[in-house]
């Protein structure tokens, strides 16, 4: 299985490519945005214990988190592998994904990580906040602060799987199709 980890902060095109790939490489699509939407849609167990925390407005633990890629990673039979889109965020969670998909004998291939600078970011989610309806999108203040969030928290995990030889880095500035291109030669070879 060709299990990676499509990386990025908010607005660097994470979701649209990796839609892409997985269509292109029969790879198992999970957003962990989506993940939750559709459990507590379903009302699943672990729907109603994330639903508990986010209408309290906390981050739904790890231990949830991973209990719901599970549930996932589990019913992905009849795919060539997994993309994860906007997960791990932590190092915490990047050693429980490795140790699941461990266990399942399909570790990480690679992190592809789309680099564009913070300045193009903004930019990027300005534009975006024309047809998202996100008011977060709208505020320069909040996307600085996300792109803030993502370069002390979140980009660690790049370091983690960089340790590992996992971690590759492609320009994620250009058209979509351009970007496309570029993380296709990076999947071909892996």
Same mark, same amino acid.
């Given at each position: 299985?060709?299990?990676?980890?499509?990386?990025?902060?908010?607005?660097?095109?994470?979701?649209?490519?990796?839609?892409?790939?997985?269509?292109?490489?029969?790879?198992?699509?999970?957003?962990?945005?989506?993940?939750?939407?559709?459990?507590?849609?379903?009302?699943?167990?672990?729907?109603?214990?994330?639903?508990?925390?986010?209408?309290?407005?906390?981050?739904?633990?790890?231990?949830?988190?991973?209990?719901?890629?599970? &549930?996932?990673?589990?019913?992905?039979?009849?795919?060539? *592998?997994? %993309?994860? =889109?906007? @997960?791990? !965020?932590?190092?915490?969670?990047?050693?429980?994904?490795?140790?699941?998909?461990?266990?399942?004998?399909?570790?990480?291939?690679?992190?592809?990580?789309?680099?564009?600078?913070?300045?193009?970011?903004?930019?990027?989610?300005?534009?975006?906040?024309?047809?998202?309806?996100?008011?977060?999108?709208?505020?320069?203040?909040?996307?600085?602060?996300?792109?803030?969030?993502?370069?002390?928290?979140?980009?660690?995990?790049?370091?983690?799987?960089?340790? &590992?030889?996992?971690?590759?880095?492609?320009?994620?500035? *250009?058209? %979509?199709? =351009?970007? @496309?291109? !570029?993380?296709?030669?990076?999947?071909?070879?892996?």
């Amino acid at each position: 299985m060709k299990n990676i980890i499509l990386f990025g902060p908010p607005g660097s095109g994470k979701g649209t490519q990796a839609i892409k790939l997985a269509v292109k490489y029969n790879l198992l699509h999970i957003s962990t945005g989506d993940m939750f939407r559709e459990e507590i849609k379903n009302e699943t167990p672990l729907g109603n214990k994330a639903r508990e925390y986010m209408d309290k407005g906390e981050l739904v633990p790890d231990e949830i988190t991973i209990g719901m890629l599970k &549930k996932r990673v589990d019913s992905s039979q009849n795919c060539s *592998g997994i %993309i994860f =889109d906007g @997960f791990p !965020r932590t190092e915490a969670q990047a050693e429980a994904l490795d140790t699941m998909l461990r266990e399942s004998g399909n570790p990480i291939k690679a992190l592809i990580l789309l680099d564009v600078d913070d300045e193009e970011i903004v930019q990027r989610i300005l534009k975006r906040a024309e047809t998202s309806g996100r008011p977060d999108d709208s505020n320069e203040e909040i996307i600085r602060n996300r792109i803030e969030v993502f370069n002390s928290e979140t980009a660690p995990v790049f370091s983690h799987y960089n340790n &590992k030889g996992l971690a590759k880095k492609i320009k994620g500035v *250009g058209s %979509i199709e =351009d970007i @496309f291109r !570029r993380l296709s030669v990076v999947m071909d070879e892996l």
